[in-house]
C-alpha cells in the first residue's frame, strides 16, 4: 500500500526576508513597466509578483528533491533582484554568489544583490 510522502522540508518564515522598497521601486520601474506595455499588467502587480517570495521557497523544495542545498555554493547566473540567492541563503544558509548580465539599469542593477542581501533581515 502506498504511503503518503509529506513535506519534510522546513520552510522559512516569509517574515524573515525583507524586500526593500528600494527593490520594490526599482522592479516596478523595470520588470513593472516591461509588462505593462506588454499585457497591461499594472507595474506594481507585475513588480509584487516578480518579487514574490514564495517562488524561490517553491524553487528550493523542488532542487531539494535532486541535491541537498544546506551549506552548499551557489553562483546564481542571471539573479535578477536576488530574491533566489536571498531566500537560499536564509533557509539554507547557502556560500552564495550571484552574476548579472549587462542591462539598460546596469548599473543601478549590479548594486541590487548586495543592497539586498545586507537588508533582508
Do not use: C
Request: aromatic share 6%; glycine share 8%; no cysteine.
Amino acid at each position: 500500500m502506498p504511503t503518503e510522502q509529506k513535506d519534510i522540508i522546513p520552510t522559512l518564515p516569509i517574515e524573515a526576508i525583507i524586500v526593500p522598497d528600494s527593490v520594490k521601486e526599482l522592479a516596478e520601474r523595470s520588470v513593472g513597466v516591461f509588462f505593462e506595455g506588454v499585457n497591461n499588467m499594472p507595474r506594481a502587480v507585475a513588480a509584487r509578483d516578480h518579487l514574490d517570495l514564495q517562488r524561490p521557497i517553491r524553487a528550493g523544495r523542488l532542487l531539494k528533491n535532486f541535491t541537498p542545498l544546506n551549506g552548499m555554493r551557489l553562483l546564481e547566473i542571471g539573479s535578477g533582484f536576488g530574491i533566489n540567492l536571498a531566500t537560499w541563503i536564509k533557509q539554507y544558509e547557502l556560500d552564495g554568489m550571484a552574476l548579472r548580465g549587462t542591462q539598460k539599469d546596469s548599473a543601478a542593477l549590479s548594486k541590487l544583490p548586495v543592497s539586498f542581501l545586507s537588508q533582508m533581515g
